[in-house]
């Protein structure tokens, strides 16, 4: 079994906390983290929808969160006046753009934190998707059928899945690029704007989304509050740590970071704390706490990493 981002990763017997029966008689362990009680906190909407668990995280933005499959994927729908942006489009095992439609009759445009596939999923759902200009967005672009695949295996599921999905099928359908973006372009939805800043690392089109007079911060999978992946060949360390560097130096103008996976809501300081975090496991102070074949999770002051074996304190 592989690494989920979840926060218990191991897999194992237990009860599921969605009391689904039989079918879901073994499920992992990542499950017993759920419901995470911080979502107790945050205001719920469309309390009906099944796949998905919509919340109101600050005014006009609403996370739309995927638990019960291990990514624990967290897309966000943030509201303007004349238009809204989609920030990623999730595992496409359910259609995003019902739920959308619900929150918002205005003009929906995707942006995607990057282009893996459980942030992909429901591209092919809008008409106007903005992609960097980079050759791993085109290539991912087309989608992917092994990838989506790998996502809906037994240990990765945590309850069921929507009705009329059939698994044998289930790819990450192909999508096309209306429009091409680069960092510093501001994306106006009328009384807000949104700064898309360029954060490589995590993958070369990596993005996060700066909502400067409202103080939030989109991060992607750059931060989120679980094992931050960086051991696939697309993953550069060097510019992960640059990208950091970059979203900590916003800290103090900031309200609320908002991650993809897990957890909606975190305070600014910890991407003071990640840098400090990334740059103490790459100098080879973080001894690993577990290994997984060639992949090691380091964890300090409460952050983690999952990296290959031999990255750390490599430069």
């Not at 362990?29 to 009680?37: D, I």
């Not at 103008?253 to 993809?260: E, P």
Request: glycine content about 8%; some cysteine; hydrophobic content about 40%.
């Amino acid at each position: 079994m592989r690494f989920s981002r979840a926060l218990a990763a191991s897999a194992l017997i237990c009860v599921t906390p969605f009391g689904l029966g039989a079918q879901t008689e073994h499920i992992p362990e990542w499950c017993r983290a759920l419901p995470r009680p911080e979502y107790k906190s945050l205001e719920r909407v469309l309390a009906s929808e099944t796949w998905f668990e919509v919340y109101k995280v600050a005014p006009g933005v609403f996370a739309i969160y995927e638990p019960r499959q291990a990514e624990e994927v967290i897309s966000y729908l943030i509201v303007g006046h004349k238009q809204a942006v989609l920030f990623d489009t999730g595992m496409g095992v359910s259609e995003i753009r019902k739920v959308t439609s619900k929150l918002t009759s205005r003009p929906v445009v995707v942006l995607n934190s990057h282009t893996h596939n459980d942030h992909v999923g429901g591209n092919w759902q809008f008409t106007f998707v903005y992609g960097m200009d980079a050759e791993f967005t085109r290539a991912n672009a087309k989608g992917s059928r092994e990838e989506a695949q790998a996502e809906i295996t037994p240990d990765l599921l945590c309850g069921e899945l929507p009705k009329g999905f059939n698994p044998k099928t289930y790819a990450t359908k192909p999508w096309k690029i209306s429009h091409f973006m680069h960092d510093g372009i501001k994306v106006n939805l009328g009384g807000r704007t949104l700064e898309v800043l360029s954060t490589p690392g995590h993958t070369p089109d990596a993005i996060s989304l700066l909502d400067r007079a409202n103080g939030l911060l989109f991060t992607g999978d750059t931060y989120y509050p679980a094992p931050i992946w960086l051991f696939r060949p697309e993953t550069d360390l060097d510019a992960y740590v640059a990208s950091v560097k970059r979203l900590a130096a916003l800290a103090s103008q900031l309200k609320i970071v908002l991650g993809a996976h897990n957890i909606p809501v975190a305070h600014p300081d910890v991407l003071v704390k990640l840098v400090a975090a990334i740059e103490s496991v790459r100098a080879g102070k973080v001894p690993p706490q577990k290994k997984d074949g060639e992949k090691s999770l380091y964890t300090i002051d409460g952050i983690s990493f999952l990296l290959n074996s031999d990255a750390a304190g490599v430069r």
